[in-house]
């Protein structure tokens, strides 16, 4: 007989965000594994709660993966939390879910808030199907072609990003996004809430200086209408021209990206190339 992992949701900003039932596990479990205990302190003594807590965040998780597991199997109950929202989405908790599973030792789902799902409902966006992604890559070049890559994604697509960096990844994604519409969802719950809406160009002057956490939303890609043969032939060739000439994609990847962006065959791109180099636009 082993003991329960309980993956519990806690508030991404306002404390009240937290359901009866997380409390409830919170009180009765024997064991807390917090992200950050400090701040996992703050949610435990609004609520009255005095259960112990120790650390599990990316930088300890070898060496308090097996301790954990090890308190699991001398039926021991544990609840896992984040600094906020859903253990696992872009935070801890995956590894030992996993580990958990590999052992047959239950993991019940306490579900709650979780910053990707609440910004996507209040962005106007289709909601499904939905693509939800973590934080982009640090390093350019990685970055480059990983936003290259979700610029393809035709359904709604989020993601979350650092306040130092939100300008400079919407500065880049706006050279391969276009005028695809998004909404950047601030410090969400918080007092300083704040939805922005716009094109990624448009977004990225007005979070050049910025606080806080931040989400970001974008929009389905709008298809035109099969058969129709109506698609923006100008808007493809600008967008073409804007990826090869700064450097964030080759000819051969820039009109592949286009072709599944505006869902247009590869060679209807390369017309479209050829016909804006005749023209001069």
């Known amino acids: 007989m082993s003991g329960t992992l309980f ?52 930088h300890n998780t070898k060496r308090r993966l097996p301790e954990l597991l090890a308190q699991l199997r001398s039926e021991c109950s544990i609840a896992i939390v984040s600094d906020a929202g859903t253990p696992g989405i872009s935070d801890p908790g995956e590894e030992l879910v996993r580990a958990c599973v590999l052992e047959g030792i239950p993991v019940e789902p306490v579900p709650g808030v979780s910053a990707a799902i609440a910004a996507v409902v209040v962005s106007g966006f289709a909601v499904l199907p939905l693509t939800v992604l973590g934080f982009p890559p640090r390093r350019p070049k990685d970055r480059t072609s990983w936003i290259s890559a979700i610029s393809g994604v035709s359904n709604t697509v989020t993601f979350f990003e650092s306040p130092r960096r939100i300008g400079n990844t919407l500065r880049e994604a706006s050279l391969i996004m276009g005028t ?77 990206t286009l072709a599944k962006k505006f869902d247009i065959p590869s060679k209807q791109v390369y017309a479209i190339i050829e016909k804006s180099k005749r023209s001069g636009d």
């Open 7 to 58: 993956v519990v949701a806690t508030p991404i900003g306002n404390l009240e965000d937290i359901t009866l039932r997380a409390l409830r596990v919170l009180r009765e479990v024997d064991l807390i594994a917090a992200e950050d205990t400090r701040r996992t302190a703050k949610l435990l003594t609004h609520h009255g709660i005095s259960t112990r807590t120790v650390s599990f965040h990316a």
């Open 180 to 256: 695809r519409q998004i909404m950047v969802a601030r410090e969400l719950t918080k007092v300083h809430q704040e939805f922005l809406r716009g094109t990624c160009a448009e977004l990225a002057e007005r979070l050049a200086i910025t606080k806080g956490e931040i989400t970001v939303v974008i929009s389905p890609i709008i298809k035109a209408v099969a058969g129709s043969g109506e698609v923006d032939e100008r808007r493809v060739a600008t967008e073409f021209w804007s990826m090869t000439i700064e450097g964030v994609a080759g000819r051969r990847q820039a009109i592949s």
